[in-house]
């Protein structure tokens, strides 16, 4: 682990180099930076700063074991079980292999990442509005930029949602609630901070109106 000054990274340049970090240590994270990162991550946005949410912080065992176990299930069926083809799936397809052998690693070792953090909106279980999650991805996106400042990798994800409810149970959510991810964060084991691989940004971007060709 090594020790990184939180004051010392340029905001631009964590912009550009915060991927997913799923290869993590088990070494634990002082609470102090896990505060550091959750009163970050608070400063987000949400509407009419509502601020309807909970952030679950979760280091026991036996809740990260018994979570991951369902987690694990979520992952096998929308990715495990399809791990021959996917690995061998040409150059540019949507996963690529790296991703793919990153993703299932996290999911086999999921309960070793040190500190979770459940992102929770109040009172969302119910809602059909398109727009919800906009009240809290925007500080769950200033968390994991925090917990980047502090040399920390996380992950958003969201392979849990298959036991919402028991995940709600476990974890004492009230009934209304819906958890919106499950941030493993832990200090980088492999990996770099490097570029997140995106499209080109003039075939993502359009001017004034939506352009189809
Ligand atoms: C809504 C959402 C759900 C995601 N769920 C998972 C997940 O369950 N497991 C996982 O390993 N990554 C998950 N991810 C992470 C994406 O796979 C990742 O952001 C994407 O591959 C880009 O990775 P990169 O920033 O490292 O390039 C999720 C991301 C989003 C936005």
Redesign the pocket.
């Known amino acids: 682990m090594t020790t990184v000054d939180p004051e010392n990274l340029p905001l631009l340049e964590a912009l550009h180099s ?5 290869y993590l240590s088990t070494a634990d994270i002082p609470d102090d930076i896990v505060r550091a990162i959750l009163d970050a991550a608070i400063r987000g946005p949400s509407a009419g700063n509502g601020q309807f949410w909970a952030w679950i912080v979760v280091k026991d065992p036996q809740v990260k074991k018994q979570i991951a176990g369902w ?1 694990r299930e ?2 096998e069926r929308h990715y495990g079980s399809r791990r021959e083809q996917i690995l061998a799936a040409p150059a540019g397809s949507p ?1 690529s292999k790296t ?1 793919f052998l ?2 299932d690693h ?2 086999t070792h999921l309960e070793e990442a040190p500190v979770w953090i459940f992102p929770v909106l109040l009172g969302a279980a119910k809602s059909t509005n398109p727009r919800l999650g906009s009240s809290i ?1 925007g500080a769950v996106q200033q968390l994991i930029l925090a917990a980047r400042a502090h040399g920390i990798g996380a ?6 949602i298959g036991h919402e409810a028991d995940v709600r149970e476990l974890l004492g959510l009230p009934e209304d609630a819906l958890t919106m ?2 941030i493993p964060l832990g200090y980088p084991a492999k990996g770099r901070w490097s570029q ?3 499209r080109p940004l003039d075939e993502v971007v359009h001017f004034e109106r939506f352009q189809t060709s």
């Open positions: 915060t991927p997913a970090r799923r987690y979520g992952w996963m991703s990153a993703a996290l999911a991805y992950t958003l994800t969201t392979l849990h991810a499950l997140p691989k995106r």
